[in-house]
């Protein structure tokens, strides 16, 4: 068990197809070629060719898979990893990728989050309460206009002002002028309150392109950095987390839903494997479909005790209301960072949107306060 | 026209909730705010909402829904670009990208093919027949047994040899020595035979990783790479597409599967805009269930005339017979490289598979030869 990672699918085969499905589906993910091929090599058939651990069908039709897969192939390279995982697999229409259990064995080959929920609670001093954050939109702002909406909501008491995902280095709004122009109102904002507002630009393009924007913004003294694990690539995400970034990650989900991949599997888990210390993921009750029992997965998954990684603080987004920070805040507990980006947007930038900022701020403390299970609280 | 992005979305959403639904999916790609706040700045309103031209309920359910998107944002860099056609509307289980259309103000963001198909034939030196290919392994396999087996293949007339994708820096067979040995395996037998053989390796891992991988790879004098533009992240595929490679790329699907993308966009459009030469699929007949129909869409997409970019020609992968190459070529034409492996590989390495793999390239020429649509010969 310590040297063989597991990996579960659900397949969607009707029953007769099952096992030989599974069997084809176990050569797949190892081998790739005909067994009596595979089993000519000696290295291979002893230690290559995985094994079939559980195939169980399930009541509601299909069956639940369990793979145990060689570290030898999946823990070569983080690129390598997600091929072993659901490389060729994802090529099939009738596989879902619901798990996987990492053996200690490869521990060591991923960062996990390097600052986790408790590294970024010490960053802003915040060690009693949820976190609130929000969203510095729409794309097409002037850096005149996103330097008022970022004081707007630092005076509100908004712990992370993030940038929107769309913000790239548009003409209108320069990276390195807008990222520190911001970066220069949080710092204001923090010394005269003495309350830490961390601002989080989003590093966007090519691996060239971002690593520029990573120095620029570090050099800025960015608190916090957004980064699309899906879009650039994972093995590109794991490389800026272990080699170039200082500061905390927030991981945005776009180009992530489409896989057919369980979301609390690859936003809570993968994420956080490669070193995701926050996880904006859309909640339920928003803009988009993710269930109840999706979002209390998924945030389990972030915040589990889980070999040496440090829990990652799970983000609800997605259309969350200002009103609805109590419930939030009930379901998902202490531990939480509510990222509300429209809802609160809607108020005019200045005092209006510092005052709706600041209500927001109130309901969640309040909310935490009131917390009664004292699993969450 | 000239300056609109136009992205064609497929809607599995009941007919009462369409306008709704498509008006909240302009915003998700454009403003990502409440229309409202969106409207209060100029620019925005004028430039950056995007457009909803089309929504056109269909027979069989759903509709087509088809947004025009300011290129302004879009065209910012390779990643923003994924971003904006299906970064946060893949969290939508109700929409799968169907198309795109790239209008002429983007062409010279992107690459296309350097190679494409009549670059990838000079470089074979073969002008009138469909091409083959074979893969290398599987993994865990020596070097030594790799280059036995690379012979075999290239001596039996292979065009392409290509590692298989699970093939990364082993320590049973690492990357250095094992691209150094299999180049010179078919420099070898191209030299005495007079005919091209081309060895392609796999590159996989960081970015890092991979550009050593890459310079190592073109000393050695590889004549073209493998790479998998999923696992690696689409904007670091087009950085080594446009910066670093010199050599023809033959795009691998793995991870590609699973997004909720119609496979004709994603690997025939998609990775051709981004700059693969050869695209390798899952052709109909084989492992997997991509269809005849979306095989003919795929192979269409990769090789029909499209503004400024190249052909790129279509590799029908993924459990192809020996025996059924005459069936290929009759489908696909002659603009065509069938990549056989696992049938091939049934053979063993020497003599039996060098015959095995001589017998397939005769057919491919033989079936060629037959074409009776002069469309296809």
């Not at 001093?125 to 976190?131: A, F, K, M």
């Not at 690539?233 to 180009?255: D, I, K, W």
């Amino acid at each position: 068990m310590d040297t063989r990672l597991e990996v579960v699918y659900r397949l969607e085969v009707p029953s007769e197809e099952q096992g030989t499905f599974a069997r084809a589906l176990l050569l797949e993910q190892t081998v790739e070629t005909p067994e009596e091929v595979a089993l000519r090599v000696p290295v291979v058939r002893e230690r290559l060719m995985g094994e079939i651990v559980e195939l169980e069908p399930l009541e509601a039709g299909g069956a639940r898979l369990v793979l145990q897969l060689p570290v030898e192939t999946a823990g070569v390279d983080p690129a390598q990893f997600v091929n072993v995982l659901f490389g060729n697999a994802s090529l099939h229409e009738q596989v879902i990728l619901e798990d996987f259990e990492l053996p200690p064995a490869l521990f060591d080959r991923f960062p996990g989050p390097r600052f986790g929920i408790e590294g970024v609670r010490a960053l802003l001093g915040v060690h009693d309460r949820p976190l609130t954050a929000s969203a510095l939109k729409p794309v097409g702002l002037s850096v005149d206009e996103l330097a008022v909406l970022c004081r707007s909501l630092a005076e509100g008491g908004i712990d992370v002002i993030k940038d929107d995902h769309y913000w790239a280095d548009h003409p209108f709004a320069p990276f390195e002028e807008r990222v520190r122009r911001c970066q220069e109102v949080v710092q204001e904002v923090s010394a005269r309150t003495g309350r830490r507002v961390v601002y989080a630009p989003s590093l966007s393009g090519t691996p060239s392109q971002v690593l520029r924007q990573a120095e620029i913004a570090q050099q800025c003294g960015v608190g916090a950095v957004l980064l699309a694990p899906m879009l650039l690539g994972l093995p590109f995400f794991y490389e800026l987390v272990t080699r170039h970034l200082e500061v905390p990650v927030l991981a945005h989900p776009s180009f992530a839903g489409a896989q057919r991949i369980l979301p609390e599997t690859l936003l809570g888990k993968l994420f956080r494997l490669y070193g995701a210390d926050m996880i904006i993921f859309p909640s339920f009750g928003g803009r988009f479909s993710y269930s109840r029992a999706t979002c209390r997965a998924l945030a389990e998954r972030a915040r589990q005790p889980w070999g040496p990684y440090r829990p990652a603080l799970p983000v609800p987004a997605g259309g969350m209301q200002v009103e609805r920070a109590r419930e939030l805040v009930e379901f998902f507990g202490r531990d939480v960072m509510l990222l509300i980006g429209g809802s609160l947007l809607r108020a005019h930038p200045g005092p209006e949107l510092t005052a709706r900022a600041r209500a927001l701020v109130e309901s969640v403390a309040e909310a935490a306060a009131a917390l009664s299970d004292p699993d969450l609280a």
